[in-house]
């Protein structure tokens, strides 16, 4: 798993936490994990388990699709991470219903298909 993608899913976390109105110190008492280890997966600098994971999701109210959103996080566009990019790509996807990702399948073909035809 890339930095930048551990950093996303902390950056969200952060911006989640912060739109429910709690504290570090809050989650971290409504989880059951430790205020460094909140620290930590928000800034980043530690890989979240899918265990510790969860219990982060059930403090805030959210499930997963809600973390991996990701069109919050300002500057995503920005990044030279391919598969980054390409993970960005899919939570974008991931909470749309099935016509809307046909529809953005279709207009991303067409776009595709027009680069290919300038040689782009």
């Given at each position: 798993?890339?930095?930048?993608f551990?950093?996303?899913?902390?950056?969200?976390i952060?911006?989640l936490r912060?739109?429910?109105?709690?504290?570090?110190e809050?989650?971290?008492?409504?989880?059951?994990v430790?205020?460094t280890?909140?620290s930590?997966?928000?800034?980043?600098?530690?890989n979240?388990?899918?265990?510790?994971?969860?219990?982060v999701?059930?403090?805030?109210?959210?499930?997963?699709?809600?973390v991996?959103?990701v069109?919050g996080?300002?500057?995503?566009?920005?990044?030279?991470?391919?598969q980054?990019?390409?993970?960005?790509?899919?939570?974008?996807?991931?909470g749309?219903?099935?016509?809307?990702?046909?529809?953005?399948?279709?207009v991303?073909?067409e776009?595709l298909?027009t680069?290919d035809?300038?040689?782009?």
């Amino acid at each position: 798993m890339s930095a930048d993608f551990i950093k996303m899913v902390g950056e969200r976390i952060r911006t989640l936490r912060k739109e429910k109105g709690y504290t570090q110190e809050s989650l971290a008492e409504k989880s059951g994990v430790y205020i460094t280890y909140i620290s930590d997966i928000e800034r980043g600098s530690r890989n979240i388990s899918l265990e510790t994971l969860e219990k982060v999701l059930v403090a805030l109210e959210v499930n997963a699709v809600e973390v991996f959103r990701v069109e919050g996080i300002e500057g995503i566009e920005e990044r030279n991470d391919k598969q980054v990019l390409i993970n960005a790509f899919h939570s974008l996807l991931a909470g749309r219903e099935l016509e809307e990702v046909q529809m953005l399948l279709k207009v991303a073909k067409e776009v595709l298909g027009t680069f290919d035809r300038l040689g782009k």
